[in-house]
């Protein structure tokens, strides 16, 4: 087996909605397809990788080195003559690149990263779930996952009635545990915000994501007023990368804290495991699967975390993503994340999901399940153009 062609495009993933950090009306995303010699019903067998939200495409990287790499490698280097080799193919596309200075590679790889185990699925015949179920020694796994709902951005007018109606979407479409955004206003307008969403989803059902914004005192003042609410966990107080101020506010708060979705790589796992001050207990790691070199780097970062004695239940993967759901199912995490709205690109990729009681059936066809989506022709539309 040989991968002939690799082609990528960039993809607008743009909605009208914010957090307390970014605005997402200029989001977009890289779409990758690794065209295979392998000849299935008539057609070349096609690995699909798609990047993930809140980020931006790695087209540049992508066409000037890591697509080329991956090309010129010789095919017995990841094909073993019966299946290909994602650890394999990871290496290749390391190859010559400097230990640290992630930046936007992770990225880059973890797309390509993508495409190679929808493909490595594909070729064994089963959803990605089974696979990698298969390959962790999970044979009961059931391809079922629990998910929390995302959603609640601020809206421009009438917040909290547009915030209740949004998180009725959710309980409606059969999820029991829902995200809202805070810190983007003031501490008082947004208890009446989490208030009002309380009276939607009831307690324990509501988490609260600040996307990094605050510094030690504000931390401290929404913890304060958080007291006695019922919340699930707060996610991203902090900034990613602030492991001492990420440790203060942790030993500060009685409630579990959601983060590391802006941490990208096993390097920055091992100085979160180390300085970060977090709680296997009761916290949840949110590593994004795709946007930290994909599947391969997650794995090593499960075992990392494994060894310190974190159960799997705490890893709960960023973004609403089918590759990301399948992962969660096949390695049997605790937690994941599917978009409230369906208005967005993104939302539509998860919204034929069967969902039930806060948990999601994934599909049973080979490999992730992109092909079967309404919206497969503008998710890679462009790629299948070349």
């Known amino acids: 087996m040989r991968i002939v062609a690799i082609h990528e495009a960039t ?16 989001m ?39 697509i080329p790499r991956l090309l010129s490698a010789d095919p017995e280097l990841y094909w073993d003559g019966a299946q290909i080799d994602p650890d394999a193919v990871w290496r ?18 973890g797309v390509i990263d993508a495409a190679v185990w929808d ?16 390959l962790d020694g999970q044979a009961d796994a059931p391809g079922r996952v629990p998910v929390y709902a995302s959603g609640g951005h601020y ?45 939607v989803v ?27 609410y019922p919340i699930a966990w707060l996610e991203e107080p902090g900034t990613a990368l602030d492991y001492a101020l ?35 207990d009761r916290d949840l790691l949110q590593f994004d699967i795709s946007a930290s070199y994909g599947i391969v780097e997650y794995r090593r970062i499960l075992d990392l975390f494994a060894g310190a004695g974190w159960q799997r239940s705490a890893f709960a993967p960023h973004a609403g993503h089918l590759l990301a759901m399948h992962t969660a199912a096949g390695l049997g995490l605790g937690l994941a994340e599917v978009a409230i709205s369906t208005a967005s690109l993104f939302g539509q990729i998860t919204a034929q999901l069967p969902i039930a009681d806060g948990i999601a059936t994934l599909p049973s066809e080979p490999g992730v399940g992109f092909e079967q989506l309404p919206v497969f022709e503008q998710l890679f539309g462009k790629v299948l153009a070349h």
Not at 122 to 133: C, E, N
Not at 159 to 164: A, N, S
Request: avoid cysteine; glycine fraction near 10%; charge should be negative.
């Open 92 to 109: 290749i596309l390391m190859a010559n690149e400097k230990f640290g200075g992630h930046g936007e590679r992770s990225g880059a790889v």
């Open 28 to 66: 977009t995303s890289s779409a990758v397809a690794l065209v295979t010699d392998v000849v299935r019903e008539g057609r070349p067998l096609v690995g699909y990788g798609f990047d993930t939200i809140g980020r931006y495409g790695h087209g540049g990287l992508l066409r000037e080195r890591f």
């Open 155 to 199: 809206a421009a007018e009438n917040d909290r009635e547009v915030l209740r109606a949004d998180l009725q979407k959710g309980i409606d479409a059969g999820h029991t545990r829902m995200k809202i955004k805070i810190g983007a206003a003031p501490l008082a307008d947004d208890m009446a915000r989490i208030e009002a969403a309380l009276a």
């Open 119 to 134: 493909l490595a699925a594909k070729i064994a015949g089963v959803p990605l779930w089974r696979y990698l179920a298969d």
């Open 246 to 280: 990420n440790a203060e506010i942790a030993a500060e708060a009685a409630l579990p804290l959601a983060v590391v979705e802006n941490l990208f790589s096993f390097d920055d796992a091992r100085n979160l495991l180390r300085y970060g001050g977090l709680r296997a």
């Open 11 to 26: 993809v607008p993933l743009s909605v009208a909605a914010r957090s307390a950090n970014i605005s997402f009306d200029a």
């Open 202 to 228: 009831g307690d324990g059902a509501l988490a609260l994501d600040a996307n990094g914004i605050f510094d030690l005192d504000t931390a401290r003042a929404y913890l304060a007023a958080l007291a006695g």
